[in-house]
């Protein structure tokens, strides 16, 4: 019985998680997330040590700065995980797309359509509860880039400009379309009294 049922696995179920696991989006999403992983331990590692609830235990770390240290460490991996993850999501999703040489400006415009979907000084959404926007704003960025360099939008060089000076000129019209894009959704979702996209989402989100 237990031989059938995992041949039946093996013929069906096995094919059908391998196609789905080469779908462009769950590829560089498991890459990205994997890859992400140390920053996640490190931090919880760090908000372990710090937090361990035993009177003399605390009075040890708090007497010998470890806490300040742990507290430090964790702020900089988990409080900015979003950051993270906005840019190894658009560096591998890119690269899935084909853009391998141009992943890298692809990653840092993606970051700056995340920065400008925050409130002014706001430092709540870098962390996990950014997680929504951060994961958007990296697809939605490499998909625009996509479009518009694959039919050609874009500021073309003379031949005789090395290939690394036009990649980089490539990235500015399709990087100016998704700011302007992200600028106008963020802005929307203001003009309807959210502070911004990402308090829209948790709120939609939060509806039963």
């Known amino acids: 019985m237990m031989e059938r049922f995992t041949e ?21 999403s498991n890459k990205s997330f994997m890859a992400c992983v140390p920053i996640v331990m490190l931090g919880s590692f ?27 460490i ?22 899935v797309q084909g853009f391998e040489k141009e992943a890298l400006i692809i990653s840092i415009v993606s970051l ?15 962390g996990s509860q950014g997680l ?15 479009i518009m360099v694959k039919r050609n939008i874009y500021f073309h060089l003379p031949d005789s400009v090395p290939p ?5 000129f490539t990235g500015i019209l399709p990087g100016f379309v998704i ?12 003009a309807l009294g959210y502070t911004c996209f990402n308090a829209m989402i948790f709120a939609l989100a939060e509806k039963p």
């Not at 964790?74 to 690269?95: D, M, P, R």
């Not at 690394?164 to 980089?168: F, L, T, V």
Request: glycine share 2%.
């Open 179 to 190: 700011l302007m894009i992200a600028y106008s959704v963020n802005s929307a979702c203001v």
């Open 132 to 146: 929504f926007t951060a994961i958007i704003m990296s697809y939605v960025s490499v998909k625009i880039y996509s």
């Open 74 to 95: 964790n702020s900089a991996t988990l409080g900015y995980y979003s950051i993270f993850l906005v840019v190894v999501i658009a560096y591998n999703y890119a690269k």
């Open 8 to 28: 039946w696995i093996d013929e069906n179920l096995s094919p059908a998680l391998a196609n789905f696991t080469e779908i462009p989006y769950v590829k560089a």
């Open 46 to 72: 760090a908000s372990l040590i710090s937090n361990i609830n035993f009177a003399w235990y605390q009075n040890i770390v708090k007497s010998t700065g470890i806490s300040t240290v742990m507290k430090a």
């Open 164 to 168: 690394y000076i036009q990649n980089c």
């Open 112 to 126: 700056a359509s995340f920065f400008i979907t925050l409130p002014n000084g706001d430092t709540t959404y870098l």
